[in-house]
């Protein structure tokens, strides 16, 4: 009686066995199973950068007659310097404006400006000074979140920084600052003094008047 008991515990445990062995062979152990079953992953890569220039460049802030290590972040809107050894990120303030970068001879103004229907209080690229107005850039940036593969068949998506289309602004002699138009009829209404050389170039490089990315082109007739 013995053995039959005996037997019978010997054989309900090899079957277990076998069936836990086939339950391990049916998922394969990695490595990376292996991590991630201990809570342990490796970092997703992040493709691009938060920067608009992956190396600091000389800059002068303001007034101050020394340069400082600068670069600009177009996802933060922000802008890094290094200050005796040190990484910081200066305070948005105007005594801190402009900021001219002197490697590529690019000048930021921290400006306050509409953006999406709100107030910000931002920086602004200085593309080109016109006779009655500066035209003024917004560079930025966005990110994409990347996400670890689910499964044998799920991919690995990695985090990405993507750049976003400039935004133009015109900052008149007076200070006010207004987003680039859309139209012909637009720019007009924003430089009515201006109408008969705005039509003239439109007229003359066959542009058409309702594409805003004609108006890069139209700087001449503003000058």
């Excluded at 493709?47 to 303001?62: D, F, M, N, Q, V």
């Excluded at 910081?88 to 690019?106: G, L, Q």
């Excluded at 500066?134 to 993507?162: C, H, P, V, W």
């Excluded at 935004?167 to 430089?191: A, C, R, S, V, W």
């Amino acid at each position: 009686m013995k053995r039959i008991l005996f037997l019978s515990a010997f054989v309900s445990t090899l079957v277990y066995c076998q069936q836990g062995n086939a339950n391990v062979n049916n998922s394969p152990v990695t490595r990376e199973s292996l991590l991630a079953r201990a809570g342990y992953v490796n970092p997703l890569e992040t493709k691009g950068s938060p920067y608009l220039y992956a190396e600091y460049k000389k800059a002068r802030i303001a007034n101050n007659q020394k340069l400082v290590d600068m670069r600009y972040n177009a996802y933060k809107d922000e802008v890094d310097i290094i200050n005796n050894g040190k990484n910081m990120t200066i305070y948005k303030n105007p005594e801190y404006s402009p900021i001219h970068i002197i490697d590529s001879d690019e000048i930021l103004h921290l400006l306050e400006y509409s953006y999406n229907g709100k107030k910000v209080i931002g920086y602004l690229f200085e593309v080109k000074k016109l006779e009655t107005a500066t035209l003024l850039m917004r560079i930025s940036k966005t990110y994409d979140k990347g996400k670890y593969a689910q499964d044998s068949f799920d991919r690995e998506k990695e985090n990405t920084y993507y750049d976003l289309p400039d935004i133009f602004y015109f900052q008149k002699n007076d200070g006010q600052i207004l987003q680039l138009p859309k139209t012909k009829d637009e720019l007009i209404k924003m430089f009515p003094e201006k109408k008969d050389k705005i039509e003239t170039e439109v007229k003359d490089k066959k542009l058409n008047p309702k594409n805003m990315k004609m108006f890069p082109q139209l700087f001449r007739a503003l000058s």
